[in-house]
């Protein structure tokens, strides 16, 4: 079936020449949620994974010797050859390769002997690195009668659906970039030529007076013909199973041999109902329940107050119907940690709600992974528990990118102050979804943290110019406009912003620092009093307000604000330490014991870590 659908799209599955395992056949090895190919190339879903040259000869070395002990001599010769090198050379090159692979895991140190490599590994013929069918899955038009939020909620899950497929057979396209190009009136061939794909798929959701009727359509975007078309039925009090027939629909089409919806009444990522002891009234509280839930998933990623706190009610309404709707549970950990970011909830609120989502669910690494991402951001953020989220950023690191996941990540890496990881991070998933617009600005925000001014203003210049109505590129474009000295188009981006999301109090602290960046004091002096009075009403996230401080030539004010930002865990606290419009408070004695706070984190984990490298009952 791969090399019909391959035929169907035009991709071409002749063998390349590589290594293998000795037997003729050129292999592709899967593992850890990453594809080594037989060129050397290695891949996490779509986005290429850069190894320098030695780290990805040890990690061939390691591959082809899976399960086996590959002693430090070994690897020394194989990377080094007769070359003279530093004793520890090998643990160093091992060390740092392991932080790239994530999960680390699949790499064991195996006491006083040498490296294992433990994960299970897929192994198939291979063929052209990276050329997997690319599928662009379109949100579903909803038709009259039809709840709008209905038809992008299962396009959605069918995209979550065939990303998590053990041996994919279709790369799918990230959902960000081909929502917002139907939202800009593309069609779908259009939109496939845009993101370079080989297939979309579209279609409509119908209201009837009894039932749902979905129809679905594969089109080739090279010549715009339609592969395929199917009609899908449903109760209208059941369109849990549109997305359950759609992804059967789909793996016979596509050669797959099952794919289980990810979200379905009867079956929660794997935690069976009773449906035959379950009474008719359960029956009608789980139908309610996710009807609520698909609700809530769509008000909440709107990113506006108000529409957000609806989506938290609506998720927490449908738990209180049905405590088993893990996907809820999912969605209300990543709303809270977007809320905490956002400032529109404290941090102390949104650890609570994650913990308790995260402690209902039994064996949650296997039944709910996609809730680690936000357990590791609240346990580093609100806990300054480093170690506890290492093991779950480690455990989710073969999920695949999509907004929520990857913005935890990333947060995560820039918290700690490793710039280059996530700029590296970044680039890698705007290759993937390059019209997301939070992408793009938090990669220029990115650079502005490490101290690169000038490709930090090139990139969210051209943030704008994509995006110039998004309140996170207005955000971030103001703030970075005014530190590299465009003041006055800083100004009237950040006001233009404030009047558009009069909720949103970053965008009244960013617009209070380009005023005074712009010399105008007496208006930035207004805002702050302004911010200052909204204080006392409801939580702020005063994390963005030191800047303003420092740009009225008060510093005390200033440490006094950031001390403020550290008591209350803003998980923007970190990255203020190495903003470098901060910098005039480096060095201040006040400063120090701030920045001692993520040095004594690092440190923990780093004792953590050399004490299970060095126990030899560990293996």
């Given at each position: 079936m791969v090399a019909t659908l391959s035929a169907l799209v035009g991709i071409d599955n002749r063998q390349h020449s590589g290594y293998g395992r000795g037997d003729g056949e050129d292999v592709t090895?899967?593992?850890?949620?990453?594809?080594?190919?037989?060129?050397?190339t290695l891949w996490r879903g779509e986005a290429q994974v850069h190894l320098p040259a030695r780290e990805l000869e040890a990690l061939r070395l390691l591959v082809t010797h899976a399960g086996q002990v590959v002693s430090p001599a070994q690897l020394k010769q194989a990377l080094w050859g007769?070359?003279?090198?530093?004793a520890d050379s090998v643990p160093k090159c091992l060390s740092s390769l392991r932080a790239r692979l994530e999960p680390d895991a699949c790499i064991q140190t195996v006491y006083k002997r040498g490296y294992r490599f433990s994960a299970e590994i897929a192994r198939r013929r291979a063929g052209p690195a990276g050329r997997l069918p690319r599928l662009a899955i379109m949100p579903f038009a909803t038709r009259s009668l039809t709840p709008e939020h209905l038809g992008p909620v299962i396009a959605e899950e069918a995209i979550a659906n065939l990303a998590r497929a053990h041996q994919p057979l279709v790369a799918v396209l990230a959902r960000d970039s081909v929502f917002l190009l139907t939202q800009r009136g593309l069609t779908a061939q259009q939109i496939g030529l845009e993101l370079r794909a080989n297939l979309v798929l579209t279609g409509s959701l119908h209201a009837?007076?009894?039932?749902?009727?979905?129809?679905?359509?594969?089109?080739?975007?090279?010549?715009g013909a339609h592969i395929w078309v199917e009609d899908l039925l449903a109760p209208r009090d059941r369109p849990d199973i549109l997305e359950r027939e759609l992804m059967h629909r789909m793996a016979w089409r596509l050669g797959f041999g099952s794919l289980e919806p990810r979200v379905s009444r009867s079956t929660q990522n794997g935690l069976e109902i009773a449906a035959a002891a379950e009474s008719e009234v359960c029956e009608e509280r789980q139908a309610e329940a996710y009807e609520i839930y698909l609700c809530g998933h769509c008000d909440w990623q709107t990113l506006h107050r108000h529409r957000m706190q609806d989506g938290l009610q609506q998720l927490l309404r449908a738990l209180e119907l049905d405590p088993s709707l893990i996907p809820a549970k999912v969605d209300l950990a990543h709303l809270c940690i977007t809320q905490a970011i956002y400032g529109f909830m404290s941090p102390a609120a949104s650890a609570e709600y994650v913990h308790r989502a995260a402690d209902s669910i039994p064996d949650l690494t296997r039944r709910a992974e996609a809730l680690l991402p936000a357990l590791g951001w609240v346990s580093f953020h609100f806990d300054?528990?480093?170690p506890a989220a290492l093991r779950a950023f480690s455990s989710s690191a073969h999920l695949a990118h999509n907004p929520w996941i990857t913005r935890a990540r990333t947060m995560f890496a820039l918290s700690r102050h490793r710039f280059a990881e996530a700029i590296a991070r970044l680039r890698a998933a705007i290759e993937l979804d390059p019209f997301s617009p939070w992408l793009q600005s938090r990669l220029a925000w990115a650079l502005h943290l490490d101290g690169q001014a000038a490709e930090s203003l090139k990139q969210i210049q051209k943030a704008l110019a994509l995006f110039p109505s998004h309140?996170?590129?207005?955000?971030?474009?103001a703030l970075i406009l005014a530190f590299n000295g465009e003041a006055k188009r800083a100004?009237?981006?950040?006001?233009?912003?404030?009047r558009r999301q009069p909720d949103?109090?970053?965008?009244?602290?960013?617009?209070?620092y380009a005023l005074a960046c712009a010399g105008r004091k007496n208006e930035a002096g207004e805002l702050l009093a302004h911010l200052q009075w909204l204080g006392r009403e409801r939580y702020l996230d005063r994390c963005f307000i030191p800047a303003i401080h420092l740009a009225l030539g008060d510093p005390a004010a200033a440490l006094a604000e950031l001390r403020a930002v550290g008591e209350a865990r803003s998980p923007g606290?970190?990255?203020?330490?190495?903003d470098p419009r901060l910098n005039p408070l480096h060095g201040h004695p006040e400063f120090q014991p701030m920045q001692s706070i993520l040095t004594a984190m690092e440190d923990e984990a780093a004792l953590e870590a050399e004490s299970e490298f060095i126990d030899p009952d560990r293996y």
């Open positions: 090895c899967s593992f850890g949620g990453l594809r080594l190919e037989v060129g050397g007769d070359a003279q090198t530093a009837c007076c009894s039932h749902y009727r979905l129809r679905v359509e594969m089109i080739r975007v090279e010549d300054h528990n480093l309140e996170g590129i207005g955000l971030y474009g100004v009237e981006l950040a006001r233009e912003l404030a949103f109090d970053p965008a009244i602290a960013v617009h209070a606290f970190f990255q203020m330490l190495a």
